[in-house]
């Protein structure tokens, strides 16, 4: 592999890689996932630094295992939430990240419900700005887990399989980054859903648009289920949400239409019943578990290569045998 010094302060999307890169982080977070395995999972790649999780916005998955991968290669983790902070007190987000910054991190992994809050940091701070989620806009290491975590599964290969994205597209950041990511590593995208959670301007998106999931379905190598964002839908947006269980809801019947053994994603966290049938999500071909571990690693590789970039060593973790 030819790079040898990581070259970006931030991450902010995916599109900010070129796919040189993206495969080499998903070649380094391989090599920390066996780690992960050992019975000391824990690793001095990182001591001395510091990574700060400033989650303005709820999450278990996310803010759980940058945490977990901070912590096994040895850095020291500190989490702000709005709760119990002084953004709650009205304080700025500019503010707070000055704040921030004043106690030197060396990575800011920021979850926020404003598209752009990621950007509007990493503008503002010296040290590297990890997006882990801003609104409707991004979600990288969602992104490249989820790549992960299909390479796997399709024993390395993405050209000419196809990838169904089901559900609520338009309020999902994490339906934004995969398109970006899987269209580019040759990946044919469908996505479904009802006219009212299609984003605008699709023409921008290269995806093919279906609204009869039994056709959608027919034929795909993977199926990501995304979570109806209930606390979004206060607009009437969808008439009724048993008419939305009937139309999109993923079920083992629809699924016998995809090709054998289609594997099944959702970011989390699920509304059984109503995206996902309970026997779909907990299928043997069912890789949501999968992607929670992938987080893990893909998540100690992005924190190795951004906590590690300014210091002048060339890239190759100190993780032993
Ligand atoms: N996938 C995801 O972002 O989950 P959390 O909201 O639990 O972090």
């Not at 409707?136 to 992960?148: E, I, V």
């Amino acid at each position: 592999m030819s790079i040898q010094t990581w070259q970006h302060k931030d991450l902010l999307d995916v599109s900010q890689l070129s796919n040189e890169e993206i495969f080499f982080i998903l070649d380094n977070a391989k090599r920390f996932q066996e780690v992960n395995h050992r019975a000391v999972k824990k690793v001095p790649t990182l001591k001395g630094k510091t990574i700060t999780l400033f989650f303005a916005e709820p999450s278990t998955r996310t803010k759980l295992s940058f945490d977990t991968a901070a912590k096994r290669l040895s850095a020291d983790t500190f989490t702000l939430g709005k709760t119990g902070s002084s953004v709650q007190k009205g304080e700025s987000l500019k503010d707070t990240a000055l704040t921030l910054e004043a106690m030197h991190p060396d990575i800011v992994v920021i979850r926020d419900s404003s598209s752009g809050a990621a950007q509007f940091l990493a503008d503002r701070l010296k040290c590297s700005v990890v997006n882990g989620g801003d609104g409707w806009h991004a979600h990288p290491t969602q992104a490249l887990l989820d790549a992960f975590s299909l390479r796997d599964a399709w024993n390395g290969e993405f050209t000419g399989k196809t990838l169904l994205i089901l559900g609520d597209i338009n309020h999902s950041r994490v339906a934004r980054s995969n398109i970006n990511l899987l269209a580019r590593l040759g990946v044919n995208v469908r996505i479904c859903a009802p006219k009212t959670l299609l984003p605008r301007y699709l023409d921008n998106f290269p995806v093919t648009v279906y609204s009869d999931l039994a056709k959608a379905v027919c034929d795909v190598d993977a199926i990501m289920c995304l979570r109806l964002q209930l606390e979004r839908q206060a607009a009437g947006l969808l008439p009724d949400l048993a008419d939305y269980s009937r139309r999109f809801c993923l079920t083992s019947a629809l699924l016998a239409k995809a090709k054998p053994h289609a594997k099944i994603l959702h970011p989390g966290p699920m509304n059984r019943g109503l995206e996902i049938a309970d026997d779909v999500a907990d299928c043997n071909d069912s890789l949501v578990l999968n992607q929670v571990s992938a987080g893990v690693a893909t998540r100690m590789a992005v924190l190795y290569l951004y906590g590690t970039r300014n210091d002048g060593l060339t890239i190759n973790p100190n993780i032993g045998e």
